[in-house]
């Protein structure tokens, strides 16, 4: 065995010896939830998609079917000035998502309390470029919106006991 062999598999047993691991997918502890979103709520959307895509969890459309209910009473875009030029012109913007939410069974027992989630971007602005500053505003709530659902599947995921 030469050399770089040696110290490659050196590496490879240094990671398995301290625990490292990919991260999977999300294991629940519910088999049937009820998601309280707007009916027009992207991220509605997407993290209905997500929690049923592995055929575990069902999503269901009312309350009374569901071992546990997510309710999302606020879900919130902002889009605020962060930096202006000499002449008073916006030159960046802060993008921000904020998501509220609690999970609790049908009983009323809280199994997470209160919560909220907050992601946030800045993007520079510049009037000439408008419609692709547009897009990428629009790329980058996007991409927090993906954040904030995987952010929530964690979190659900880690609810052991119903």
Known sequence: M?????IASAGVLLLGGCGFELRKA???AFTKIYIGTAPTSTLGKELKRDIASDGKV???DTPAA???ILDVPN????KVVVGLNAS???R???LRIRLRFKLRTPDGRELIPDSEIVQQQDI???ESAALAKESEEQLLYRNMQTNIVQQLMRRLAAVKTI
């Not at 030469?2 to 040696?6: A, F, T, Y």
């Not at 879900?75 to 902002?78: F, G, N, P, Y």
């Open 92 to 94: 960046e913007f802060e």
């Open 88 to 90: 008073g012109q916006v």
């Open 66 to 68: 569901a071992q546990v």
């Open 124 to 126: 520079s602005y510049n």
């Open 58 to 60: 069902t999503v269901v």
């Open 75 to 78: 879900e919130q875009r902002e």
């Open 26 to 28: 999300p294991e629940f």
């Open 2 to 6: 030469d050399r770089r062999s040696l």
